[in-house]
């Protein structure tokens, strides 16, 4: 049966069975609070480094014990930094610490079924991932965006069923479902708190922008990898990689996805030698007709909001990554004498909060989070970048059954290949153009 919107909502219905029922058969592969679970990470950046960090922080015995990246300095200079600050906890050695495009193979290698990989290299790369990790039978933490097109999402999509098949533990790297104070709200507002949902606003808005860290003796390839966010085919921009908490929030609060969209964007200020743009707005529908407003901008000097707006029939909810204190509201207004209900609940760490759930699943043999929806909010953010790239409006159906693909035969990307996109002859790349381009 082909895969359509129809199709993937029912398949995600199905899903959130399981989330309440538990997958009958799933083997206990490490008996609750008992056998060491051993962890190996790939993608040793900035988000890599810290969910390493939580996952070793987690209760029961863990070790880390292989780290993979792209770059060579990245490995080794994460290795040597958790080994000083986690010597109790990593049994690193020279052998298992890997570089180079295939380097994840062996990273994942090192772990016995049962164990844990961290997915946290950049986007492009996490269905191919995400693939090899569920093929070996290791537990899996899923760092988002977890596709930047239709096939890398769908291909995705196929790991987490083989993944649900065997019985293993993923957690997504939407920690804004983690964070006890938005599951509060958007509990309370699936409960009827501010009525039927008639709008949804997702809003970042900062002053600070991505900077391009280029270096003239690295490839572009080499230097698009470095800078990942600066590059549509990698991070999937930043309508998909910056604003899928947001997205998710809302959908998850209505129960539902878009199924129409259109777009507009550019570069107005920004002059850094990338193809990212600095101001997009995207527009969605849902099927009631209910719409939901995204906006990013990243400019210096300019007003700065974070947040997702929620407004029913019978009131408006501020919550969503940016908010650490949301709250539900009598009316439209973002006025404290009108706050109806905020959470009582403490503030808690909510990536570290990822990796105690995760561990808590594989100990306890707690079932998973609807991971479906999760990837299907990512796909918003995806079809909502098709339709800002190219300046049309665009059906769910069309952009699911897409087969454009950004990053075309990434399984055998080579660490000093050229690269997808290259640049032009000043430095500075050809981004997408509305009216022209159509990457779908």
């Not at 988000?47 to 080794?76: H, I, S």
């Not at 947001?246 to 209505?254: L, Q, S, V």
């Amino acid at each position: 049966m082909p895969t359509n919107r129809r199709n993937f909502l029912k398949t995600a219905a199905l899903s959130a069975a399981v989330v309440t029922t538990g997958v009958v058969g799933a083997p206990r592969v490490h008996a609750a609070g008992g056998d060491e679970i051993r962890v190996a990470l790939i993608g040793c950046g900035g988000r890599g480094r810290g969910a390493c960090f939580q996952a070793l922080n987690t209760e029961g015995p863990v070790k880390l014990v292989a780290v993979a990246d792209a770059f060579e300095d990245q490995a080794k200079g994460f290795a040597q930094l958790v080994k000083a600050e986690k010597g109790d906890r990593c049994a690193l050695s020279d052998d298992s610490i890997f570089w180079g495009m295939d380097s994840y193979k062996k990273a994942i290698d090192c772990l016995n079924p049962g164990d844990v990989a961290l997915l946290v290299a950049p986007p492009a790369f996490r269905a191919l991932h995400f693939e090899y990790a569920v093929e070996r039978g290791v537990h899996i933490f899923l760092e988002k965006p977890f596709g930047v097109d239709t096939p890398t999402i769908k291909r995705s999509l196929a790991a987490w069923k083989k993944a649900k098949e065997k019985g293993l533990k993923i957690i997504t790297g939407l920690n804004n479902r983690k964070y006890i104070r938005t599951e509060e709200t958007v509990k309370r507002i699936q409960d009827g708190a501010i009525g039927d949902i008639l709008s949804c606003w997702v809003y970042r808005l900062q002053q600070h922008t991505c900077g391009y860290n280029y270096h003239a003796e690295w490839t572009p390839l080499q230097n698009q990898l470095r800078n990942y966010n600066s590059f549509t085919w990698i991070s999937g921009s930043p309508t998909v990689d910056w604003m899928v908490h947001n997205i998710d929030i809302c959908c998850w609060a209505k129960g539902e996805h878009p199924i129409w969209c259109q777009g507009m964007g550019g570069r107005q200020v920004r002059d850094l030698k990338d193809e990212v743009f600095d101001h997009i707005t995207t527009e969605y529908q849902f099927a009631d007709g209910v719409k939901m407003l995204m906006q990013v901008r990243h400019l210096p000097n300019t007003w700065t909001s974070f947040r997702s707006v929620i407004q029913g029939s019978k009131g408006m909810a501020i919550v969503g990554e940016g908010i650490g204190e949301p709250r539900i509201f009598k009316g439209y207004r973002d006025l404290s004498d009108d706050v109806v209900w905020k959470s009582d609940s403490p503030r808690n760490d909510s990536y570290q909060e990822e990796h105690h759930r995760l561990f808590r699943m594989i100990r306890e043999d707690i079932p998973c989070e609807d991971v479906e929806f999760c990837i299907q909010s990512n796909f918003i953010g995806v079809m909502g970048r098709m339709a800002m790239e190219s300046g049309q409006e665009l059906a769910y159906d069309t952009a699911w059954n897409s087969t454009y693909e950004l990053c075309p035969n990434l399984d055998n990307l080579k660490f000093d290949d050229p690269g997808y996109i290259m640049p032009n002859e000043d430095g500075t790349y050809t981004g997408a153009k509305q009216g022209f381009t159509k990457r779908f």
